[in-house]
């Protein structure tokens, strides 16, 4: 599903942040992706959401070498993934319900059709009573499973999630862990970064481990 | 509680999560109300203003236009059917009659309608703004006029009926106004390209407000084109999310600009009674009669208030375009 063949990353003029990556990340897997802070954790995950180009290397995605997608290509790719940031990227003018349901709308569909969808997927989160509300007034913890609501809610085929259990207490970050490991038996690839240990720890899955912009990987 | 995820491989599969009999009733409220891009978040009075000023402008100038083009139409076709004969005094010729028969020459003259000879009392009238009155014109050499109306559409032969006159009264000429007309033709042209200047001038000041009012939207709104870029959104779909609110803003605009115009323009009559008996309303009166346009005329000021609005979506597709560009 994606391979990564001698991949490196640098920002300007800078130093390499991510150096040599070769890595595959098969379908219907789940992994952990670890490491110390500034390590390119973030960088490396936008990397597989085709929001940051390799500086040198080989990046495939679905079968398709990302240097040669157009815009259009690479829209429809960003369709098959979803993802979690850690700034949640919420939208303030619409209610929770609007910023869940929003992939859904991108694609064109009729409400009807995905509304019951929407709203047992907030009730699953436990967003059940904030349907309404505007993130501004959701507390940190609701924004992240908002956020993570809109990225998982279209069955993307690969999950990218940046620290998506950072803002919840211990029960909720269980719960949301399940929540992965479902979309994950029913065929999603998931990516989860996370500094969380305990999370870890919850749950046996390959880890990829990022130090000194180097990749190390324990099945 | 049956909390198993139902994970069909289609979209429109089974639900992501089933909650069985803790299923929630479905609140009202819950529907996607709000535009992905909110209306508030584009600086849209300042750009209505801007639009609508700039069709005004535009509307008053093709307004213009038209009057100056109508009006010199009627001139013209007034003047382009009349011919004046001058025949002036002559050592050992009898002016009277050589009047009397170039008028007679005249209106035997086929192609030629009416030949009115303007009497004496008429020629001293004409006289009168420039000699004063109460002159005695018996001593003056003063020539006679006489004024043809010739048939609309005809095309006389001037040299010949020049000829013809000249053996009747030597001192005889005859003119056309040509030149006259002429003269009023490039006027009228000028006033035209005049016009067609400033209408690019003014189309081109709106594309370059809209441009910017689009690049200031688009920056104001970035978390939302990037949220846009998450869920996959393309260009072309994000672009229509703005440009739908600027093809509004641009009718606005157009409408407001373009409804003042043709109000204007339809009280100028009124606005034209007030100034009647001074100077200067009677000056315009003479030149342009009324401010009135012809059904037409709103016609073409609806049409180009239309075109504006769709010139302002043209601009800012443009420019949305070239800044989701920029974005990835």
Not at chain 1, 36 to 55: C, D, E, N, Y
Request: aromatic content about 6%; glycine content about 8%.
């Amino acid at each position: 599903m994606v391979r990564f063949e001698n991949v490196g990353l640098r920002y300007g003029l800078g130093a390499e942040i991510l150096r040599d990556l070769t890595f595959q990340i098969p379908a219907h897997s789940f992994q952990f992706l670890t490491g110390p802070s500034g390590a390119g954790k973030t960088s490396l995950l936008r990397l597989l959401f085709l929001s940051l180009r390799p500086t040198r290397g080989l990046v495939t995605l679905f079968g398709r070498d990302v240097s040669l997608l157009s815009k259009d290509e690479m829209a429809d790719l960003r369709k098959r993934i979803g993802i979690v940031l850690q700034d949640f990227r919420l939208l303030d003018h619409m209610t929770t319900y609007e910023n869940v349901a929003l992939p859904f709308r991108v694609m064109g569909r009729d409400e009807q059709s995905y509304r019951r969808e929407v709203i047992d997927l907030l009730k699953w989160v436990g967003l059940g009573e904030r349907m309404d509300a505007l993130p501004p007034v959701l507390s940190g913890g609701e924004k992240q499973r908002a956020a993570i609501a809109r990225a998982v809610i279209s069955r993307p085929q690969l999950l990218l999630a940046d620290e998506p259990t950072g803002s919840v207490d211990p029960t909720l970050g269980r719960r949301l862990l399940r929540l992965f490991i479902e979309l994950n038996k029913a065929g999603t690839a998931v990516i989860i970064a996370t500094h969380d240990i305990t999370l870890m720890d919850q749950y046996d899955a390959r880890r990829l481990v990022l130090h000194q912009g180097r990749l190390h990987i324990y099945e | 509680m049956n909390d198993l995820m139902n994970h069909g491989k289609e979209n429109h599969g089974p639900p992501l999560v089933d909650l069985g009999r803790e299923r929630p009733q479905v609140p009202v409220r819950a529907r996607n109300l709000s535009p992905i891009v909110p209306r508030a978040s584009i600086a849209g009075r300042a750009l209505i203003a801007v639009v609508a000023i700039m069709t005004f402008l535009a509307s008053i100038t093709t307004g213009g236009v038209l009057l100056v083009s109508a009006s010199a139409a009627e001139w013209q076709s007034e003047v382009a059917s009349e011919l004046t004969i001058q025949v002036r005094p002559a050592p050992g010729r009898d002016l009277e009659s050589d009047v009397a028969g170039v008028t007679q020459a005249l209106r035997a003259q086929a192609g030629i309608v009416e030949a009115r000879p303007f009497s004496k009392e008429e020629s001293a009238k004409l006289l009168e703004p420039w000699l004063g009155s109460g002159l005695s014109f018996d001593d003056l050499p003063v020539p006679r006029v006489i004024v043809a109306r010739v048939q609309p559409g005809t095309v006389l032969d001037l040299p010949a009926l020049r000829r013809r006159l000249a053996q009747i009264a030597p001192s005889t000429s005859v003119d056309d106004h040509r030149a006259w007309i002429e003269r009023m033709r490039s006027m009228t042209n000028a006033t035209v390209l005049a016009g067609l200047g400033i209408l690019a001038l003014v189309i081109i000041a709106t594309i370059i407000s809209v441009s910017f009012a689009t690049r200031g939207a688009m920056a104001a709104n970035r978390p939302i084109v990037e949220v846009l870029h998450f869920v996959g959104a393309g260009d072309r779909y994000i672009a229509n999310r703005f440009l739908r609110h600027f093809l509004r803003l641009g009718l606005e605009g157009g409408v407001i600009g373009g409804g003042a115009a043709m109000l204007l323009f339809g009280f100028s009559e009124s606005i034209a009674n007030w100034f009647s008996g001074t100077p200067v309303g009677d000056q315009f009166a003479a030149l342009l009669g009324t401010f009135s346009l012809r059904p037409i005329g709103y016609l073409a000021l609806a049409g180009q208030a239309v075109a504006i609005a769709a010139i302002t979506g043209w601009a800012s597709r443009r420019t949305l375009f070239a800044t989701l560009d920029e974005v990835d």
